[in-house]
């Protein structure tokens, strides 16, 4: 299964209209249960701790930098992604959305390029697509302010990505690892120089049949047909109701196990 080119089509539809960026920021607010997660705890570090500069590592469509930068109008947020036309098309957005408090760039997160400069780092869904996430956990430990938080979401090896052995590539073929052992990535990052708060299951046995139903199963149609696409507002209608129950009960739980990882650590 390939999600880039998924993604692809979502931006070059968006593209040219910011009221369908936005609408595209609601559908994955709404149906994509991480983010449900991830805001979470990023009300609270923000209600908990002074944020005054913000780091989106890999900011992708930019959707969290939105969330942060119109919730948090007092912090600055530098928002970086390898990946020069998702970075274009952020920065004609945000300039067309009077947002002044995001900067975009394209950056290779294995390069060391900040020093002390962030309160809060961000990295969503970014880390289970790069093999020196070593080197990328001290570039964090050293671009953030002494007290700084980073926070990470991004799948567990229980089944994240949803594959099912060593040789299984998973529904998502272009990541690097299918996922964290909880140990593994304290492990990281205590030898980056970080402090792990907080390792919280995400997507536990509610939460995987939620994305199996709202994300995975279109998704799987769309590869095999873009014709597809006609029937999926009839799909979602049927289903959406379900869908947001099992996210909510996800969402709620206290997960003892579960395909994704949010961690929180600090920069003692």
Known sequence: ???????????????????????????????????????????????????????????GFGQYSYYCARRFKDVKISAVDVKTEQIDDCREFFEKAGITNVSFSVEDLTRQIHTDEFDLILSVDVMEHIKEDEKVFQNFSKALRQGGVLLINTPSSYGGSDAHGPDDPGFIEEHARSGYEPEEIRHKLANAGLSVEEIRFTYGRWGTVSWKLGIKAPMLLLNRSKLFAVILPFYYLLTVPFTLLFMYLDYRADNKTGTGLLVTARKP
């Open 1 to 59: 299964m390939k999600y880039d080119p998924i993604k692809n089509i979502l931006g070059n539809a968006v593209r040219e209209r910011p009221i369908l960026r936005k609408s595209l920021y609601g559908f994955l607010g709404l149906m994509f249960l991480r983010e449900w997660h991830v805001k979470r705890a990023l009300r609270a570090v923000f209600n908990r701790d002074s944020v005054k500069a913000m780091f989106d590592a890999g900011s």
